[in-house]
């Protein structure tokens, strides 16, 4: 299969298609018949994890390096995570992209600290082996907005006022894809990314997801203006990295109290990119925490292949998916606080969703073995677990449990579920 250096190249050429696809042996041609190749083999499925924040550092403080290097089928892709309200707070002044690179540039400014300790751990996994994604959390920086518009609910991002290639948004992602261009001149670690995921969830957590100022009305519209936004700069780039989009989340259906379920919300925006040519490799990226904790749907079959229906309905150049986050959300209950203003969550081990297993441990293994080899045999590109290592807070879908602070410092959770025997054992192909 072409490495994503090699896509750059030659991106949306049928060459590239056919190599995306996999490139198949040929059959032995029978005598007195002519030579009939074989169907192409899928390229073997990747194997990644989703790292957030401290307690997930790609470093050996808590042990994540060598647990996702060893064992007998390593870990080969890890995604990292950057906030654009931590490096940004404030709009640049004046308001320019050459003042916007600036600005994330200052080696005394606010995105120094979350640079040097990205541009470390991008540098490691560089070094290691690995190919990495970039990740931006659901969050846009307060001056994205014009002032005197109505405040987004708790817990949602509201969606940038400018969404164009020359807009604010534009300049960040311009600013990273150089920053972590191919050859890693754009830092002082040398560090390279391969992919870059600019959005994360926009079908639950951004807001609006309905706007009179969104192509068509609906939050689609208005991913699809970023999509081909981030596009535009990353083509601009010399050695930028792909980009994966959209980072669906297939959590969200019809009975779901917010959001734009799934399938609407991919429906649509295949419907807008319909013809599109990005100029750069572009993987669809959706997040698989229904499929793995629920199984297939009604009629059999899982939300990935509805997925994939969905693209070839709409032409999508490459029918494929990439899970860039997904696993086992655990049920969990309040145990206390970590702070005065910090809830503690536990797993509740009898809160699983198959009876046949006895407790969620059990079954977060089963269900994430029994995904893992269905997409397997499925043009899926990569399968990425949420985190090793929870924090002991609401959400929780780790390998290993929550990490907890104490006063003698740092303690990881043992045993570590069954999951975490499990993880390096996987293997496609």
Known sequence: MLTRRELLAGAGSAAVAL??????????????????PSPPRPPRMRKGISLIGDVNAYDDTLGVRPYLLDGPHPTTFVSLWLGWPAVQPLAPAPFAREQAFADLANPSGPAAPAFAALDAEIARANADGLEVALTLYQAFPDWSRAPGGAPSPPQFAAVPDDRSPDGPWAWLVAYL??????????????????????MNEPNLTWWPQHSPSYPGGTIAGAVAELARGAAAV???????????????????????PHGTPWDVF??????????????????????????????????????????LDLQRTHDWPEPSVWLT????????????????????????????????HPDAY???????????????????RL?????????????QSSLRGPIQDTPAGRILHDPPYPAYALWPTLVSG
């Open 19 to 36: 190599a995306l696809a996999g490139c198949g042996e040929t059959t032995r041609p029978l005598a007195g018949r002519s030579r009939t």
């Open 177 to 198: 894809c150089a920053r972590y261009a191919r050859g890693g001149a754009g830092n002082p670690a040398g560090a390279h990314v391969d992919w870059l995921q600019p």
């Open 234 to 256: 990353a083509a601009a780039t010399p050695g930028a990295p792909g980009l994966l989009l959209p980072a669906t989340s297939d959590v969200v259906s019809t009975a779901s």
């Open 266 to 307: 991919t429906d649509e925006l295949l419907a807008q990119l319909r013809g599109w040519e990005p100029g750069v490799p572009v993987g669809w990226s959706q997040h698989n925490y229904a499929d793995v904790k629920l199984g297939p749907q009604a009629d059999g079959r899982w939300r990935v292949e509805r997925l």
């Open 325 to 356: 986050e997904g696993g086992y959300q655990f049920g969990v209950r309040r145990d206390g606080w970590i702070a005065p203003d910090l809830e503690r969550w536990v797993v509740d081990p009898a809160k699983t969703h198959d009876p046949t």
């Open 362 to 380: 059990t079954e977060q293994a089963a269900a994430i073995e029994r995904n893992w080899h269905a997409m397997a045999r499925l043009p899926v």
């Open 383 to 395: 399968w990425s677990q949420y985190q090793v290592n929870d924090r002991d807070v609401r959400f």
